[in-house]
């Protein structure tokens, strides 16, 4: 079934956000999330924190390990496709060794958990950055 | 009183704080500005105590404040953007006193300008697709149906059985792959700007099916209604997918100085 989630262009933004298909709430979490973290102008304050680096993979991370019997259960497998599981954040990680050893490990688990299903492609569509 | 910090939500021109009275920002309070060399950063002094290194640090890893913070940052930006074109800040941009700041909007004022030119009158939309897993499993069984494997046993007929199986799930994902292709590529016809961003975990959206595309497109104020046409238009066309368009938005994808806007 198709549902094409048209909102109303000129309404006032915050209204715009909230008819997103997601199921009535306001601006989707992950919407922002990624917005805020991983867009917008990074400029050096004087408080550093890298948080493309260090604290969301930690999240994103938590987040695979919470989810992995949920995500099971539903047959989704998104964690082998993950970009924040595979892209180059990772290897720009200041402890990147850690957390690849963690990643790995996990990705292990993964494969465990998964033995006997097919493998399947890791799409490409996301990958690329096409400017106009 | 505990030793404060400026959390910096934004760039642009001139900001007229009166509407935004009303908006509390990261730590609860109202926001203020900082202007020099003509350009005007919104910000709000927050307490190191929640906001400092190593509180960051801390609360970033609790998704709850994570949470809060991230949309009331966004709430701050959003509020401003109605006004004009912005450069919005990541998340987490802390500064230790205002000259720090007016020193940052002297040095890069030039960049941040070009940002602001480019983006003026534009918003930024983003169309999201999902893979519909009933079409997949569908197309799978429609296979296995025909399938027989000449003179042999169950196990060669299983293995041939399973061989094609999953040569359909396969062709089934290189269509859809193919269909969100072609979906970015009429969208981006009505955008000044384009970006593909990574897909979201289903975490995130909440929606089980896999998203096969996510971009953003920057277009100019006068086109969303035909941009949301469109992208219904493409709706019918492709059957097996969900479409979402969110926005308009401020514009973070595209509000980067320089060549590294888009981050995917």
């Not at chain 1, 938590?62 to 180059?88: F, M, N, Y």
């Not at chain 1, 290897?91 to 790995?104: F, S």
Request: glycine share 10%; net charge negative.
């Amino acid at each position: 079934m198709t549902s094409a989630n048209v909102t109303q262009p000129g309404a006032e933004a915050a209204q715009a956000y909230g008819s997103s298909a997601g199921g009535g709430q306001v601006a989707n979490l992950g919407d922002i999330l990624e917005r805020v973290l991983d867009k917008g102008i990074v400029i050096a304050g004087d408080i550093q924190v890298n948080l493309l680096d260090i604290e969301l993979l930690t999240i994103k991370l938590r987040l695979v390990i919470a989810s992995l019997d949920t995500a099971r259960e539903v047959g989704i497998d998104w964690w082998e496709r993950d970009p924040w599981l595979s892209s180059k954040a990772f290897d720009r990680a200041e402890d990147g060794r850690g957390l690849e050893r963690e990643n790995q490990q996990l990705r292990e688990r993964v494969k465990e958990l998964e033995s006997g299903r097919s493998s399947r492609e890791i799409p490409q569509a996301g990958r690329k950055s096409r400017g106009s | 009183m505990a030793p404060s910090g400026i959390w910096v939500y934004a760039i642009a021109e001139r900001v007229d704080l009166t509407p935004l009275a009303q908006i509390r920002g990261v730590g609860g309070t109202q926001v203020r500005t900082v202007a020099a060399a003509g350009l005007t950063a919104v910000a709000e002094d927050v307490g190191l105590p929640e906001f400092g290194e190593e509180a960051l640090r801390r609360n970033l890893e609790d998704l709850d404040w994570l949470e809060t913070t991230a949309r009331a940052h966004h709430g701050v930006i959003d509020a401003v953007a109605q006004q004009g074109p912005l450069v919005p800040m990541r998340l987490a941009t802390v500064y230790s006193g205002d000259e720090r700041i007016a020193a940052v909007l002297t040095e890069r004022g030039a960049d941040f300008r070009s940002a602001l030119h480019r983006i003026s009158g534009r918003m930024e939309w983003g169309v999201k697709a999902y893979a519909d897993r009933q079409t997949e499993a569908s197309d799978d069984s429609a296979v296995t149906a025909g399938t027989s494997g000449p003179g042999g046993g169950a196990g060669a007929a299983y293995l041939q059985r399973r061989r094609n199986q999953l040569s359909a799930q396969k062709n089934a994902r290189r269509e859809t792959l193919a269909s969100a292709e072609s979906i970015h590529a009429e969208l981006s016809r009505y955008a000044e700007e384009t970006r593909v961003h990574t897909p979201q975990a289903p975490q995130l959206t909440g929606i089980k099916a896999p998203m096969i595309l996510n971009a953003a497109y920057l277009l100019d104020s006068g086109q969303g209604e035909d941009f949301a046409a469109a992208v219904a238009a493409l709706a019918d066309q492709h059957p097996g997918l969900r479409l979402e368009l969110t926005g308009p938005w401020p514009p973070y994808s595209f509000a980067g100085t320089g060549g590294e806007g888009g981050l995917t």
